[in-house]
C-alpha cells in the first residue's frame, strides 16, 4: 500500500456514494441497536427501494446523543432525527429532498455546538466494519506519511510538541512515555492498547473501537514505529463483544490492505497485533495487571519502578496507552502538534470525550475540549437535571475520582483542576446526580466496588476497603457514631498513602470527596438517623421504636 | 524444541476440539490460559474441574495457577448457568437510576441472589460491573439482550415468561 493507492481508494469510495443522491446514516451503537436500529436499517432499506430513489442506507457508530435514539442522519441536508422507529421509515424516504418529517426532527443545536470532534470525528459517518470508509476519512494517511516523511524521533517530537497526555486517567505526558519507551534499549518492544474500560458509567472506549476500530489501529502502528515495536496487543474487555467483533475484522482488513504485516508501505516497519480479551476485573486498568493479564497470570499489580517502559510485557520495554490516546494520534500527525496544542486549557491540551450519564437530559457521548465549564457540560450540552429536581453534585473518574458539587462547577474541566476539587478525570465518565441521590450511600457503592475489586496484594487496599465499607453501611443505616466517622477519615488516609497501585491509592478519593462537600449528610445520618434522599434505610431507628412499642 | 504430547481429549464431546484450537492457534503457549478458559466457557458456559485440568495439563501451567486465574476473574464461572439468564448492571449511572432496586426485585420473584439459579435450573441472576450501555440506564441483560431504561415490572413479566417455559 502506497499513498497512491491510498488516494486511489478514497477516490473510490467517493465515486461509488456520488452515485447515490442521499445517504441515510442509522447509528447502531449499542443504545440504539438495543431500541431497534437494526430492523430500522433494513426497513429505511426496504422503503428506498420500493421508493426508486438512490438512498445509500449506512450503518454508523454511536453518534452522541445515546437518549435520543435511535438516531438517523440525513446527508446531504445533514437532518437528523431522533426517537426513529422501523415503521418512520417510509415517511423518511418520501421526505428525502425537500420535506423532511417534522415531528421525528430534532433540534440539538446546543448540544452539539459547544462540541469540538478530534476523536470521535467519524463518527456517524463511516460504516465501521469497512476500512476503505475509514480510508475515504482521512484514514491511514497519517501512518504512511510517518512511515515515508518522518523519523521515529521525529514522530515522538510531534507528539511531545502537541502536549497530548494520557487519555485513561492519569494524565502522563504521552510524548515523554514515548520517548522513553523509544530509548528504552531491546530488540523486542511492545505495543499495548488498554481497552479495559471497568470504570463503571464510562463507556467512550467502547464506542470508539465499536465506531472506529481502524483510527485505534492507526495509532498503535504510529506508535509501534515511534518506539520501535514490532508487536501490538489489544487488551479488551470480555464483556464488549461487539468490540472485539469490530477489532477482528478491521485487523483483518488492515491485514488485507498491506496496512499491518510486513514492509509496510514497502518500508522495512513491521507491525501486527493481537486481541487479548480481559476476563472482568478492574485492576487490570493497571498497567501491570494488564501486562499480567496478557501474561495469562493474575491480574495483580507490580510495585514500580521498573516502569513498562523499561520492562514490560515478558520483561520486554513496552508502551501502553488507553484507547482514546491512541485514537488522538492520527489527527495529530495529520494537522500538527501546534494544531492540538491550540486547543484546550494551559496544562491540559486538546478535547476530551466524556460519557455523560445518570440524571440528565441528554445522555451520552460528548467530546468537548479541555478547559470548558462544568456546567456548559451539564446545562448546555446535557440539558440539565430532568423532571423537576435539582442538581446535587457530578461524579467524574470512577471508582477512583469524587464528587463536585453545584458551587464548583463554574471550574474549567482539566487534569489538574479536577485533583484540586478532589476527583481525577479518570478515563471520562460523568455521572450526574439529583436530589434523589444520598451522598453517603454512593461513596458506600463505590467502596463497595473497589471491596470486592481489590485483587488482594496489599494489605491497606484489601483490609482498608473492607473497614470502610463496614464502617459507611454502619452510617447508611443509622447505627454509626461520631467515632465510626472519625476512624473513616483516618482509614482514608491509611489506605490513600500505603497502598500499592492505583485501585487502592484512589479507592477512598469518593469517600473524601463527599466528606468534603456533603459533610452534613454523614452528620445527619449519624446524630440524626436521617437521609434526607430517603435511600437509606435507617434500621436503628425502627428497633428502636419497636422496644419502645 | 522439545516434542509436546498434548493430553487425551476428555470426552468425545466435540467442543473438545473447539477448545484444543484455541490453544494450538496460540502455539500452547502459557500465556493463552486466559484465552482459553475463555473459549472453554463460551463452549460449555461454565469452567468445570476436568475443563481447569486438561487446559492446566495441556499449556502446562500449575494447576494453582490455572485455578487462581479461573476464580481471580470475575468473568469466568466455576458453576452450570441455567436455562436463561438475567444480568442486572450494577455499575455506575444505573445504581443512580435504581438498579439496587431492579435487584431486589428479582431477588424476590426467583428466590435466590446473585450469582444463583434456581432450583428448577431455569433462570441464574447475575449482575454486572458495566455492560457500557450507561446512557440508557438502568440496564437489564436477558440472556445477553440489552434491555435499556427498564421498570421493575417489564423484568418481571420477562421472568414470568421464561419460569413457564
Not at chain 1, 205 to 223: F, L, T, W
Request: glycine share 12%; aromatic share 6%; proline share 5%.
Amino acid at each position: 500500500m502506497t499513498i497512491e493507492e491510498l488516494e486511489q481508494i478514497a477516490k473510490n469510495v467517493q465515486q461509488e456514494n456520488a452515485k447515490y443522491d442521499f445517504e441515510v446514516n442509522v447509528c447502531m451503537d449499542l443504545a440504539c441497536a438495543s431500541q431497534g436500529a437494526g430492523a430500522l436499517k433494513d426497513a429505511l432499506e426496504k422503503a428506498a427501494e420500493a421508493a426508486g430513489k438512490k438512498v445509500l442506507v449506512r450503518r454508523t457508530g454511536c453518534m452522541g446523543p445515546c437518549s435520543h435514539g435511535p438516531l438517523v442522519r440525513v446527508d446531504p441536508e445533514a437532518t437528523l432525527y431522533h426517537h426513529v422507529k422501523a415503521e418512520n421509515a417510509p415517511s423518511i424516504v418520501y421526505g428525502l429532498g425537500g420535506s423532511p418529517v417534522p415531528e421525528l426532527q430534532c433540534d440539538l443545536n446546543d448540544h452539539f455546538d459547544k462540541q469540538v470532534r478530534v476523536v470521535l470525528e467519524n463518527a456517524g459517518l463511516i460504516d465501521p466494519e469497512k476500512v476503505d470508509d475509514y480510508i475515504a476519512h482521512d484514514g491511514y494517511k497519517a501512518l504512511l506519511t510517518v512511515l515515508t516523511e518522518m523519523t521515529p524521533n521525529g514522530v515522538v517530537h510531534r507528539i511531545t510538541e502537541s502536549g497530548l497526555r494520557g487519555r485513561g486517567g492519569g494524565g502522563y505526558p504521552t510524548g515523554l512515555k514515548w520517548g522513553t519507551v523509544a530509548k528504552a534499549k531491546g530488540d523486542v518492544k511492545y505495543v499495548v492498547c488498554n481497552g479495559d474500560e471497568g470504570d463503571p458509567g464510562a463507556f467512550m472506549d467502547r464506542s470508539v473501537m465499536e465506531g472506529d476500530p481502524h483510527r485505534v489501529i492507526e495509532g498503535m502502528a504510529i506508535a509501534a514505529y515511534a518506539v520501535g515495536a514490532s508487536k501490538g496487543f489489544i487488551y479488551v474487555r470480555a464483556e464488549y463483544p461487539v468490540a472485539v467483533s469490530r477489532l477482528t475484522t478491521a485487523l483483518r482488513e488492515a491485514r488485507r490492505h498491506g496496512l499491518l504485516g510486513n514492509n509496510i508501505c514497502n518500508t522495512p516497519f513491521n507491525f501486527d497485533v493481537e486481541i487479548r480479551l480481559g476476563a472482568g476485573a478492574f485492576v487490570c486498568g493497571e498497567e501491570t495487571a494488564l501486562i499480567a493479564s496478557i501474561e495469562g497470570k493474575r491480574g495483580t499489580p507490580k510495585p514500580r519502578p521498573p516502569y513498562p517502559a523499561s520492562s514490560g510485557l515478558w520483561g520486554k520495554p513496552t508502551l501502553i496507552n488507553n484507547v482514546e490516546t491512541y485514537a488522538n494520534i492520527a489527527p495529530i500527525v495529520r494537522n500538527g502538534g501546534k494544531w492540538f496544542h491550540d486547543m484546550g486549557s494551559e496544562r491540559s491540551k486538546g478535547t476530551k470525550v466524556f460519557a455523560l450519564t445518570g440524571k440528565i437530559a441528554n445522555t451520552g457521548l460528548v467530546e468537548v475540549p479541555m478547559g470548558i465549564k462544568l456546567r456548559e457540560i451539564i446545562e448546555d450540552i446535557g440539558g440539565g437535571v430532568p423532571g423537576g429536581h435539582k442538581f446535587k453534585a457530578v461524579q467524574t473518574g470512577g471508582p477512583s475520582g469524587g464528587c463536585i458539587p453545584e458551587e464548583m462547577l463554574d471550574v474549567g474541566v482539566s487534569y489538574d483542576a479536577l485533583v484540586k476539587m478532589g476527583s481525577i478525570m479518570g478515563s471520562g465518565g460523568m455521572i450526574v446526580m439529583d436530589d434523589t441521590s444520598c451522598m453517603v450511600n454512593v461513596a458506600r457503592f463505590f467502596i463497595e466496588f473497589c471491596m470486592t475489586e481489590s485483587c488482594g496484594k496489599c494489605i491497606p487496599c484489601r483490609a482498608g476497603t473492607a473497614q470502610m465499607f463496614t464502617l459507611l453501611t454502619r452510617i447508611c443505616n443509622g447505627t454509626g457514631t461520631i467515632d465510626d466517622l472519625a476512624l473513616l477519615e483516618d482509614l482514608c488516609v491509611t489506605v490513600k498513602e500505603t497502598s500499592l497501585c492505583g485501585l487502592g491509592q484512589t479507592a477512598p478519593n469518593p469517600v473524601l470527596s463527599t466528606l468534603k462537600y456533603f459533610r452534613n449528610e454523614y452528620i445527619e445520618h449519624i446524630l440524626d438517623k436521617h437521609c434526607r434522599a430517603g435511600v437509606c434505610q435507617m434500621a436503628a431507628v425502627e428497633s428502636k421504636n419497636e422496644v419502645m412499642a | 524444541m522439545p516434542v509436546i504430547t498434548p493430553p487425551p481429549l476428555p470426552s468425545e464431546d466435540k467442543r473438545w476440539k473447539i477448545v484444543n484450537g484455541t490453544m494450538r492457534k496460540n502455539g500452547f503457549a502459557r500465556h493463552a490460559l486466559i484465552e482459553t478458559l475463555h473459549t472453554v466457557q463460551s463452549s460449555f458456559g461454565f469452567l468445570d474441574d476436568d475443563a481447569i485440568r486438561f487446559v492446566a495439563l495441556s499449556l502446562r501451567v500449575p494447576l494453582s495457577q490455572a485455578y487462581g486465574v479461573a476464580t481471580f476473574y470475575h468473568y469466568f464461572t466455576l458453576k452450570p448457568p441455567g436455562k436463561h439468564t438475567v444480568t442486572v448492571c450494577a455499575g455506575t449511572a444505573c445504581y443512580i437510576k435504581g438498579a439496587d432496586k431492579l435487584i431486589a426485585t428479582a431477588e424476590k420473584r426467583l428466590g435466590i441472589t446473585p450469582g444463583q439459579t434456581t432450583p428448577d435450573g431455569q433462570i441464574s441472576l447475575m449482575t454486572a460491573r458495566c455492560v457500557g450501555a450507561c446512557s440508557r440506564a438502568p440496564v437489564v441483560l436477558c440472556d445477553g439482550e440489552v434491555a435499556g431504561e427498564i421498570t421493575g415490572e417489564q423484568m418481571l413479566e420477562q421472568l414470568e415468561r421464561w419460569a413457564v417455559e
